[in-house]
């Protein structure tokens, strides 16, 4: 079983920037990690995913806005936020697929103020 331990929400102003982080109980050869979202009353979303063989892909909404990378250790996947919108206000929830196997974290609420 992989736990999935998120940081980095919280509160921010229109413009202004957060960097999200998840780290991983167990760092994996091949795996995709990322991040969905869910904003009340919406459908899921796939915000930005990265895999450890350095495929990337992003949502089109926040693609030119978002860059999501591994640190030094293949367990830790972080997102990096800037120029965020009101629309960008979510739970934003860390997974991590392994073979076909999917984990998610707790979610982290993020709030963007007009």
């Known amino acids: 079983q992989v736990q999935l331990v998120e940081s980095g929400g919280g509160l921010v102003q229109a413009g202004g920037s957060l960097r999200l982080s998840c780290t991983a109980s167990?760092?994996?050869?091949?795996?995709?990690m990322g991040w969905y979202r869910r904003a009340p009353g919406k459908e899921r979303e796939l915000v930005a995913v990265?895999?450890?063989?350095?495929?990337?892909n992003y949502a089109d909404s926040v693609k030119d806005r978002i860059t999501i990378y591994r640190g030094n250790t293949k367990n830790t996947v972080y997102l990096q936020m800037n120029s965020l919108k009101p629309e960008g206000t979510s739970v934003y929830y860390c997974?991590?697929?392994?073979?076909?196997?999917?984990?998610w974290g707790p979610g982290n609420q993020v709030t963007v103020s007009p």
């Open positions: 997974y991590e697929d392994i073979r076909g196997a999917t984990y």
């Open positions: 167990t760092a994996f050869t091949i795996s995709l």
């Open positions: 990265h895999s450890t063989i350095g495929y990337t």
